[in-house]
């Protein structure tokens, strides 16, 4: 019914509109009408710039980058299934030699192919031994090592009880490697030309709390290890004894060392990040800024050093020394898990200089810089197979210092755990709860 000027006009069969009086009118009319409440896309085909479904398992295409190309995928990609809400039914449902099955996000994962050829649980994990091999590791805490000229794995043993959170190279001789199971373990790796033949587990340190990353000082002396008892356990490589450091209060996610040695750098849940002197332990200056917990900070690479962070607020940040907030990237959100924020000290929660809006949607989990301090490496955290879109299964490749973006990569199905450079600078991987890494070259 509809009322003008005070007079009904019914909408029957003796009395119908102008605008409905023939079948062509009243088709025209229904179509709008259904266009109108969504019925029908706006609009379709190759021009369309129309939302797609948020829950549509097809990605948007990338877009080829001359600065990041595509090399290899180790492991088996996995497919999305059936609807799920444990993991024998994504056993069942499966047909084929399965590599793994997993149910994630309420949907069954599939990797399909052989067990041998992929992690069977989530990759938490990453270094480069040198540029053809690498080494990662998983949930499960199986360590594998790969060649890269190959794509096959060329060692496999299950190095720890629980899941492995850390994997360290150095030299191209020693691996350092921990966890969950509260326990460092050296090993020795033998080359026999450009093959790695052998490992041979030379020395273990256990420790309190989970150890979420592990530092080597440049000349090989002092080992650092980030726990999760708010401690950093610290040493000589070649003593049978670590001492801690205390200064934060929470987590201490990741610690790295300076270009020159000198220096410790960590990065915590209570939001800071420290540096410390080496080999003392003093607590020399405490960084303020995050909103969110602070997955990793490390140093940049070239004339000037400086100090980038990565947090749960989804920004990344650029310090000096000193502790001048310079720069930050991304729109900061405050996403703070704890029960508790970590108390910030009067005036100390800097502001950054600079500000620019583009950066990740999605908590940043680690970043890592080449040798030769040209590319920035930063890696997303959370991601759902239900929504391709969702910003934690990428990765971002910067220029640096410009910060300039030079691609955004996409692939993974699940959310990512860590990426790193190959020593020369020449390729980068990505790893991922999916059970895969992607290895890409760099460009020019």
Known sequence: MLVTQGKKVMFGTKSKPPYLQSSFAKTCFTFCFLLVMGFFPACSGRGCQGSQSRHSSTQTPQKKSKSCQLTKILGVAPKVGRACRYHQQCVRSSKGRLAWARCAYGVCLLAQGSPEKAHQAGVLALAFVSKDHLVSGAKDGEIRIWDLRTGKTVQRWLAHKKGVLTVTSYAKKYLFTAGVDQV??????????????????????????????????????????????????????????????????????????????????????????????????RLKARLWGHEGWVRRAIFSKGSKTRVISASFDQT??????????????????????????????????????????????SDVSDLAMDTKGRWLLSTGHRGSPLEPSDDGMTARLWQWPSGKLACHLKGHVLGLSGGAFSPDGTLFATASLDGTIRVYRVGH
């Open 316 to 361: 990344i940040r650029i310090w000096d020394t000193s502790g001048t907030c310079l720069e930050q990237w991304g729109r900061s959100v405050d996403t703070f898990r704890g029960v508790v924020k970590s108390k910030v000290p009067k005036g100390k929660m800097l502001r950054p200089q600079k500000h620019r809006t583009k950066g990740h949607k």
């Open 184 to 281: 460092i373990r050296m090993w020795e790796l033998s080359h026999k030309g450009k093959n790695l033949e052998k490992r041979r587990l030379v020395k273990r340190w256990e420790v309190k709390g989970r150890i979420s990353r592990i530092a080597i000082s440049p000349d090989g002396k002092w080992l650092a290890a980030a726990s999760s008892k708010r401690k950093i356990w610290f040493g000589a490589v070649e003593s049978d004894d670590l001492v801690t450091w205390s200064g934060h209060q929470d987590v201490v996610r990741s610690v790295v060392f300076s270009p020159d040695g000198n220096l410790l750098l960590s990065a915590s849940d209570d939001r800071s990040i420290g540096l410390w002197a080496v080999p003392l332990g």
